[in-house]
């Protein structure tokens, strides 16, 4: 199984460009995230998608966008592209918590730089 | 907020064990994780561990939990070349089962 997939690897943009990241997740989980990780602080949530048809805001949404295609697809859109949001970018999926622990299954990263 | 921290860098010799920390503030916390990242790489679950317990071994690897010190640690014995990478805390908050509360990571170093 492919698990995660996030497309492109590398991406370099110029200040005011907009973007698309595309995740899809082959493993039938019903949450996915997209996180950002930034050097000495860990990951921050941007935006996540309990289930198909919902998606919730994260700790650093702004700047961002959201679409969760269908259960496999969920993308991350930069609008107008900012040197702040130079960083690495992971999509994640996972069951979902239910009731138990929420094990998250990551992609292998985008790094994306805004010149 | 809810916070989790962790030391930044830890450096053991190979064949000795390492002992990672971390620290967090929400005592009402469900689950805490340890996950690794190695280099260009996306982050991997190693193992997790539920609020009521005290300690959890598989393999090489064991997380121990004092919930009265908010301490949780993960102990890899016989460390390998291998092992050397980030390794990350995270906890889920009673409040949010979606939005994990991550440390910054902990970056193995192995020595020869």
């Known amino acids: 199984n492919a698990g995660v997939t996030q497309t492109p690897k590398f991406q370099v943009l110029k200040t005011g460009q907009s973007m698309t990241l595309q995740c899809a997740q082959d493993m039938n989980h019903n949450s996915m995230y997209w996180y950002r990780q930034d050097p000495g602080m860990g990951l921050r949530l941007i935006y996540y998608s309990a289930s198909e048809g919902t998606t919730d805001k994260g700790e650093v949404p702004n700047g961002y966008n959201v679409s969760r295609l269908n259960k496999r697809e969920f993308s991350l859109r930069l609008e107008s592209a900012a040197p702040s949001q130079t960083s690495v970018y992971f999509c994640a999926s996972s069951e979902g918590p239910g009731s138990g622990a929420n094990v998250l299954t990551f992609g292998a990263g985008s790094r994306l730089t805004v010149l | 907020g809810e916070d989790v921290e962790q030391s930044l860098f830890l450096s053991v010799r190979e064949g000795d064990s390492s002992v990672i920390n971390c620290t967090y503030t929400?005592?009402?916390?469900?689950?805490l994780y340890w996950y690794k990242q190695e280099p260009g790489a996306g982050l991997q679950l190693l193992t997790y561990i539920f609020s009521n317990m005290d300690m959890k071994q598989d393999q090489r690897l064991t997380v121990l939990l004092n919930k009265k010190d908010k301490h949780l640690s993960l102990r890899i014995a016989d460390t390998q070349t291998g092992d050397s990478a980030i390794y990350f805390c995270a906890e889920t908050p009673r409040d949010s089962n979606y939005q994990l509360i991550w440390g910054a990571g902990t970056k193995l170093i192995i020595k020869p």
């Open positions: 929400d005592s009402s916390s469900t689950y």
